[in-house]
């Protein structure tokens, strides 16, 4: 009951947001999934010509099966587009694909935070699966053992945890301008290379917006679930005393 009263505190309210969050990109994909764009373009053709614009030639653009599996992958420059984005000429499809492309137009300038977050990316990973585990094993171990040198090394263990899990929340901290900032290059060059009128790019926007949001929730539930990692922590240091 003691664990499940922490989550309900630090970190419930921010998985609520990111369901809703992802319903709400479901939502307005298939809302605007049905407005086709004047230019009659593809999601494929779209993200080509935003990769001419910008004088990129060494980007790929592949399919890759599913619905909004959409992403850019930095190693080997390859751009892959979903079953629901690649040959649709929607609003909804275009948008998603200039937002990959925007991931594309990031690497070939160089931004910074897109590089920052390519490096974490492995440490976060270990982070985020072995930062918990390490804290409540630490936890435990100072618990059982008390005042003895187990108890010491439980609480190093349980610190050296939030250690990793803070790299893990990093990640996720610096995820957020990586794709904020994917979506405004996206729709500055959809407009700028009139691809899409103004009402058009207000329908993308509303897209590109919710899917903004899921990277928030995602962020506000590693920071909430680092909060509850330290609540238990300082809980465990204070009955020890």
Known sequence: MY?????LIFVLPAVLLSLWASAMVKSRFARYDKVKCKRNITGAQAAQYLLNVNGIDDVRIAHIPGNLTDNY??????????????????IAAIGVAA????HAIQHAKNY??????RTLVPVANIGSRFGPMMVILGVIAGAAAKASLWSELGLYVAYAGIALFSLSVLFYLVTLPVEFNASNRALKILAKANVMDKDELKGTKKVLGAAAMTYVASALTAIG?????????????????
Request: glycine share 4%.
């Open 112 to 117: 910074k935070p897109l590089g920052l977050r």
């Open 3 to 7: 664990y499940d009263y922490t989550y």
């Open 225 to 241: 679930s680092l909060l509850r990692l330290l609540f238990i922590l300082n809980s465990n240091n204070r009955r020890r005393r």
């Open 99 to 102: 937002h990959e492309t925007g």
């Open 73 to 90: 992958n930095p190693q080997t420059k390859v751009l892959s587009l979903s079953d629901s984005t690649i040959n649709s000429t929607s």
